[in-house]
């Protein structure tokens, strides 16, 4: 039996994989089930490394007083200041 596997995300094509199976039925439940976790894997490896590629900052701007702007820091209970 030939089984296809399709991956497909926002409906572009990401991954397809064609085998053919044989067996029992659970060698080939299992072997599907295999294929399925690799043509997976694949595919969140591809669109990690994509993503990964893509230049874009991954922080916030730091503010003009060497902060990061948007964060307070409150003062400690054992700050020693009057």
Known sequence: MEV?????VGGRLVKRHVAAVD???EQMEETIHALS???AAEALQASVAQVAAATRPLFRKPAGN???AG?????SSDSTAP
């Open 4 to 8: 296809e596997i399709t991956v497909t």
């Open 71 to 75: 964060i307070g820091h409150a003062p």
């Open 37 to 39: 976790r690799r043509v």
């Open 66 to 68: 060497g902060g990061i």
């Open 23 to 25: 067996g029992t039925l």
